[in-house]
């Protein structure tokens, strides 16, 4: 270990060295021409263009052909976004779940379940370019941040592994060198409180620095009926910082840190639903989804932390980024596997994970008829159950020690040629994937190491074609190719792996704006999957089983309007219409109801693991029809200050949560809205509102041999926020 440790400092030191040679050889001469927009940065005129960045560089968002979803920091606190896991609300064809302390996102009817050691979903998340591998604790807080994209559809060219279904990318406010800062604090129900601050300004006329914080309290609202009072209160705090370094104008180094501690039980707190094994006449029985009956406290305490070092040079006509990080993640959970009041089966969870990771890109710079981006990537992940304790009958009987070893290496490279006005795309990525796992129980080793290892190979293309005659119409189609990454089934202790999932996407879509005030984005598409993974909880140990299905695809349509018919006054509308079944999957697992007497309280014999063909049947998590729908107007007060009144609605069809289509979650409608006082001396006073209507909905919902069990949604929520800016 100490060695490879030794090996990852001297490619980051190397990689920064040859970016600080480079600056000195270059000398101090200033690059000609704008400064880059910033991503998320809104100019003045019409509808506000939104810089993104997913082709790895600052485009419009009107000029890329790939469906996005993209909001800026504003539009975010408008809409009552407070953490990464509220996005689902924002946006059609997207429904983010959690499982455990897992946030399990679905784009298009893709997604993965998946929290098998090591393994993630099929929609990876970056935060500032570094890739975030572990989806445990996958919820992050939105203090500083700039802007969020939600990339539709495979990216794995550009993104790479796992981004099957798409990415987010996540991007906080860089260090500046004037002066500024945001506060906010809130109160609402549940004595909920939240404090958070960002502030930002130079040391020197060559270094920058910007912190950024947040403390938030929140008393459960789910009832614990069998030690009484409520489940446990969830307390969150982070902290992160960031030091840029500008030595040239040509040169720029950018450190940042940062650490978060999460404790929420509420987010384990799975409860029986529709009855649950041994349930009599006398049992405690939930009447609510907000009601717990667990035998165990449930415990869920997630720590992130991490470290990045960017460097980017620009040479004039093409510019050298290097990107190194290091991340930790630790998970420490009490888990009550039979959903019952009953001391059957409990779990006791801790797992830690270390993953180091560079990245190096050289990339074009200018409005040549050419542009383009090369690069290399490697990582080294390394994730542990130390251990997954197994209490079954109260008594902690079952050890299971698991180490995971995952390296990555990739190549990639994407460009764009213009010829009048027709654009083509390629771009290709080849990725290669060493993963190793060992394995003991109750300390005696199963899985030695080198008894279990396996190497993949993948190539992902992209290829687009795009029809762009003005800044104001975009026609393209395009194929992307996308993956999931194999695996191995580690809780069963298995020699042979899991295939990697793969998806083959193909999208045609229109981006037009007949006029500075409104903008009209739309696509068709449709995905073939094959190979896909799933999974659901072994009947033999309660712990999670992975395997493939055969084939499933995705076809749909989405259109999002954005529109400004009055001065100060913003709207937008989007729908997504999704058909996503499986094609084929003749044996799939699933557990049903064990059928009861006449009389018996339904579900009091538990349900029953069997296999059965859901060809033809829905996927997971995906909705026939979603919409959005979100307004604020901002009406100029005389003083300089100002009153902003908005909304947001997001409405969903049913989905379902399992396999077989038995778990079902009935359509909903959610809203949120906003009413601010600008004060112009930089003050804000505003009132808040979340899920007004209290409508009942799902954040998790899961099945086993024990019970069908689920953990309500956050209800009504509300209160007050003074805020300060300057």
Do not use: C
Not at 372 to 378: A, T
Not at 380 to 400: E, F, L, M, R, S
Not at 487 to 512: M, Q, R
């Amino acid at each position: 270990m100490y060695h490879q440790f030794l090996t990852r400092v001297s490619v980051a030191s190397l990689s920064t060295a040859l970016l600080l040679m480079t600056s000195a050889a270059m000398g101090q001469e200033a690059v000609s021409g704008p400064a880059s927009a910033t991503p998320g940065e809104l100019q003045s005129g019409g509808i506000d263009d939104i810089i993104v960045t997913a082709q790895r560089r600052s485009e419009r968002l009107q000029d890329v052909p790939i469906s996005i979803a993209a909001f800026s920091s504003d539009q975010l606190s408008a809409k009552g976004a407070t953490k990464s896991s509220d996005i689902g609300q924002l946006t059609t064809g997207l429904i983010v779940a959690e499982q455990d302390s897992s946030v399990v996102p679905y784009i298009r009817g893709v997604g993965s379940d998946t929290i098998i050691l090591g393994e993630v979903g099929s929609v990876a998340t970056y935060l500032d370019g570094v890739y975030m591998p572990d989806a445990t604790g996958g919820v992050y807080d939105l203090a500083n941040i700039e802007s969020i994209e939600v990339l539709k559809g495979p990216q794995g060219t550009l993104f790479g592994r796992n981004t099957a279904g798409g990415a987010v990318n996540i991007r906080t406010q860089a260090p500046k060198f004037k002066t500024s800062g945001k506060f906010e604090a809130s109160y609402g129900n549940f004595d909920a409180i939240a404090v958070r601050g960002y502030i930002t300004g130079p040391i020197s006329d060559k270094i920058a620095v910007s912190v950024a914080g947040n403390y938030s309290h929140q008393r459960s609202y789910i009832n614990d009926l069998v030690r009484g009072g409520k489940v446990g209160d969830a307390e969150r705090y982070s902290i992160r910082g960031s030091l840029l370094f500008k030595p040239t104008d040509r040169l720029d180094i950018t450190l940042a840190g940062d650490y978060t501690h999460n404790d929420d039980p509420a987010a384990v707190a799975v409860s029986a639903v529709s009855g649950y094994l041994g349930q009599t006449p006398t049992s405690i029985a939930p009447s609510g989804p907000y009601d717990y009956i667990g035998s165990i406290k449930p415990k869920q305490i997630v720590v992130q932390e991490g470290v990045s070092l960017r460097g980017v040079y620009d040479f004039g006509g093409v510019s050298l980024t290097s990107l190194t990080a290091y991340r930790f993640n630790k998970v420490v959970s009490a888990i009550e596997v039979d959903r019952t009041p009953y001391v059957y089966a409990d779990l006791v969870d801790h797992s830690p994970a270390k993953v180091f990771s560079q990245e190096v890109q050289l990339a074009s710079n200018g409005d040549g008829p050419f542009t383009w981006l090369i690069g290399g990537y490697y990582s080294h992940q390394n994730t542990k159950y130390d251990p997954v304790t197994i209490i079954t009958a109260g008594v902690p009987n079952t050890d299971i020690d698991i180490t995971t070893w995952t390296d990555i290496y990739a190549l990639f490279a994407n460009g764009t040629y213009k010829i009048g006005d027709l654009e083509l795309t390629g771009g290709l990525r080849y990725n290669k994937e060493k993963k190793e796992y060992t394995g003991a129980v109750n300390g005696f080793t199963l899985i030695p190491k080198g008894v279990a290892k396996h190497t993949w190979n993948s190539v992902t293309p992209r290829i687009v074609l795009s029809y762009h005659p003005s800044r104001d119409f975009l026609l393209y189609a395009s194929y992307t190719a996308g993956f999931k990454s194999g695996a191995y089934n580690t809780t069963s202790f298995p020699t042979e792996p899991i295939d990697p999932e793969t998806v083959d996407a193909y999208e045609v879509g229109l981006k037009l704006a007949p006029s500075r005030a409104i903008t009209i984005n739309s696509a068709l598409f449709w995905y073939e999957r094959k190979d896909v993974q799933v999974q659901s909880q072994d009947p033999s140990n309660n712990l999670q089983n992975l395997e493939n299905a055969a084939k499933a695809r995705s076809k749909g349509a989405e259109v999002e309007i954005t529109a400004r018919p009055l001065p100060g006054l913003s709207l937008t509308a989007g729908v997504t219409y999704l058909d996503a079944k499986y094609s084929a999957f003749p044996d799939a697992l699933v557990y049903i109801p064990t059928p009861v007497p006449a009389g018996a309280i339904p579900g009091s014999l538990g349900n029953t693991p069997t296999s059965v063909d859901v060809s033809g049947q829905r996927v997971e998590r995906a909705p026939k029809w979603t919409v959005n729908l979100a307004g604020s107007y901002r009406i100029e007060l005389g003083n300089g200050g100002s009153i902003v009144p908005s909304a947001n609605l997001f409405y969903t069809t049913e989905y379902f949560f399992n396999r077989g289509n038995r778990l079902r979650q009935p359509g909903y409608t959610l809203i949120n809205a906003d009413l601010a006082w600008n004060l112009p001396n930089g003050l804000t006073f505003s009132v808040w509102g979340k899920n007004l209507t209290n409508k009942v909905y799902y954040r998790t919902y899961v099945t086993n041999a024990f019970a069908d069990s689920a953990i309500g949604a956050e209800p009504r929520t509300y209160g007050v926020r003074l805020g300060y800016k300057f």
